[in-house]
């Protein structure tokens, strides 16, 4: 419960003035133009909504002992708004680690039925057509820095918008089904241990900041496994998915069945990609603090997987200040590692993260010469006066 009736607010107040001296004044003080709490229309509530969280992060750090169970009730449906935002700030006043520690068990055992992607030949194959025939091989764009960096600001805009507007399905959705419930729990601890990784980091040994980055990393790949498998698979979706189709009013039977089939299976591979890039993303956004670069490289040595390889690179380019030398080696390790005839689709993904940094950031022209030259691209010199910005 975020907010108080008049009624019950006044019975806190009387029962809390009879355990300690305070003044009617620092109450008054509550409710003033930069007070804590606010009056509206008879509910009494926090003026900054994450106040409540604040506040209620603290007293269960300091009473973790007898509230246990209800934390770890909390963790088990982290997926939910609440408890999600309640496990980050009691995260952030603990002074231990129980919390993170149970935080990490319960994202290692969700969906743990499942292996963390490698994004193999093998594994990607299902998308090969689709990167051949519907994926271009170069991102169209105005050209200008500075527009496309506020079309991307735009679209994060409204990607946060719909994911907080979704959490009432989503909580709903995982109530009625296990596997989901997994899904959604994984997927939001995930950003519960990148809350840790980003207030946290000063305070925890190098041992476990490297547990918690692997955990985030092999819980993405988890997630991204759901969607890969053999091209049976994905057959059988769009038969379902047509059967489903042919039953509703938006049917149109002037067109053959082959081409329905054709369409769906096009949208649904599509989709299915996007859920394995996503997830591979979701985990880079996640650990994309630039001290973490000793403990993700080394990880990265360790699991040696075109997977990892992706996750590294995509760090590389979110926490880089600029294109720079190593950048560039990363780059091209990728290119000449993961070459069109050996997965095209880490060559593809690779091509187009690169070409996006490449139209949302400024780089020097010789190593955009290096970009368009290993991508097999035409290149086009940006303006002198452009490029001179990061000489």
């Not at 969280?53 to 770890?72: P, Q, V, W």
């Not at 231990?96 to 093998?122: F, N, R, V, Y």
């Not at 689709?345 to 290993?374: A, C, D, G, P, W």
Request: aromatic share 10%; proline share 1%; with cysteine.
């Amino acid at each position: 419960m975020d907010c108080l009736t008049e009624n019950q607010f006044n019975e806190f107040k009387v029962e809390y003035s009879s355990e300690y001296i305070i003044k009617n004044a620092i109450f008054n003080r509550l409710f003033s133009e930069y007070g804590l709490l606010t009056n509206n229309s008879g509910k009494i509530e926090f003026a900054i909504s994450y106040s409540y969280y604040f506040f209620l992060g603290k007293y269960l750090t300091d009473n973790y002992a007898d509230h246990k169970e209800d934390i770890s009730a909390m963790v088990e449906s982290s997926f939910a708004r609440h408890n999600s935002l309640t496990l980050i700030f009691t995260i952030h006043h603990a002074n231990d680690i129980s919390i993170i520690d149970e935080i990490l068990a319960h994202t290692m055992c969700a969906i743990d039925d499942i292996a963390p992607a490698k994004l193999t030949k093998e594994e990607t194959s299902i998308y090969n057509e689709l990167l051949h025939n519907v994926i271009p091989e170069k991102l169209e764009s105005s050209c200008e820095v500075d527009l496309e960096r506020t079309k991307e600001r735009e679209l994060r805009t409204k990607h946060e918008e719909n994911i907080s507007s979704s959490d009432e399905k989503i909580e709903r959705l995982a109530s009625k089904d296990e596997t989901l419930n997994q899904v959604f729990q994984c997927n939001k601890n995930i950003e519960i241990l990148s809350q840790i990784l980003k207030n946290k980091t000063g305070s925890l040994k190098k041992s476990k900041i490297a547990e918690i980055v692997e955990t985030i990393c092999d819980a993405g790949l988890r997630l991204a496994s759901i969607m890969l498998g053999d091209d049976r698979e994905i057959k059988a979706c769009v038969k379902f998915v047509y059967e489903q189709y042919k039953k509703s009013e938006n049917y149109d039977s002037s067109k053959t069945d082959s081409f329905h089939l054709n369409e769906i299976h096009k949208m649904v591979t599509f989709r299915g990609m996007v859920w394995v890039l996503s997830s591979v993303e979701k985990s880079a956004k996640a650990i994309n603090k630039p001290e973490l670069r000793e403990i993700i490289t080394d990880l990265v040595s360790e699991k040696n997987s075109p997977a990892y390889h992706l996750i590294k690179y995509f760090y590389m380019l979110d926490t880089s200040t600029q294109f720079d030398e190593n950048l560039k080696q990363e780059f091209e390790f990728m290119i000449k590692n993961y070459t069109r005839d050996k997965s095209i689709f880490m060559n593809r993904i690779v091509s187009i993260r690169t070409q996006h940094y490449e139209k949302t950031h400024r780089i020097k022209e010789k190593y955009r010469q290096t970009i368009f030259s290993l991508l097999k691209l035409k290149h086009k010199k940006v303006d002198v006066k452009l490029d001179a910005l990061n000489l």
